[in-house]
């Protein structure tokens, strides 16, 4: 894993964070506790801060990056991401703003200034536009990303359980690697 300081900041994790060996984070990066970052993903806080809770999973290939400050957004925009969230395999998240309890679906684009509330599923393939606001308790798909239906009961609870899985499959990476 490449783990690289930028322009004096340095990533920092909390306790018992899992970085595959492929991963690379640089800047100004903070992840929260029991957060997994798979294969091949790239976490770049080069040009402005990106956050991290706990217990979230940041799936193989994906990109997560900010909207650096410039001309044509003087404040830029950071990347936020909540606790318990699971991204999917190959998501892009760039200078978004992710609540708590979110699964975002493999392939997903989320754009600049776009929020996306806490508990809210967002389908594979999905494009949310920049600026866009995603409402609690909905399914979203499509590109543009809408609104299809609010969730079950049953979807409430996927989150923390899905959450929860990645921390204890992330701890038994972390445990072979200190065997090898």
């Known amino acids: 894993m490449q783990i690289r300081a930028f322009r004096g900041k340095e990533p920092i994790f909390g306790q018992a ?3 595959d060996p492929t991963a690379v984070v640089i800047g100004d990066v903070e992840l929260g506790d029991d957060c997994s970052v798979w294969p091949s993903t790239v976490i770049r806080g080069d040009m402005h801060r990106i956050r991290i809770g706990a217990r979230t999973s940041v799936q193989d290939g994906s990109v997560l990056h900010i909207t650096h400050a410039g001309p044509f957004n003087p404040d830029g925009y950071p990347l936020q991401v909540g606790d318990d969230v ?5 998501v892009l998240l760039h200078g978004c703003t992710i609540g708590s309890r979110v699964l975002i679906g493999m392939g997903s684009i989320v754009m600049d200034g776009a929020v996306i509330e806490d508990e809210v599923i967002l ?3 999905s494009l949310v536009p920049a600026r866009q606001t995603l409402e609690t308790g909905f399914l ?3 590109s543009p ?4 239906r609010p969730l079950t009961e049953k979807e409430l609870g996927f ?3 899905t959450a929860g ?4 499959l992330k701890d038994e990476h972390i445990a ?5």
């Open 17 to 19: 964070v899992f970085l």
């Open 86 to 90: 699971t991204v999917g395999h190959k």
């Open 123 to 125: 389908g594979a393939g």
């Open 140 to 142: 979203y798909m499509g």
């Open 145 to 148: 990303a809408r609104q299809i």
């Open 159 to 161: 989150f923390t359980y």
């Open 165 to 168: 899985n990645y921390v204890r």
């Open 176 to 180: 072979a690697l200190s065997t090898d």
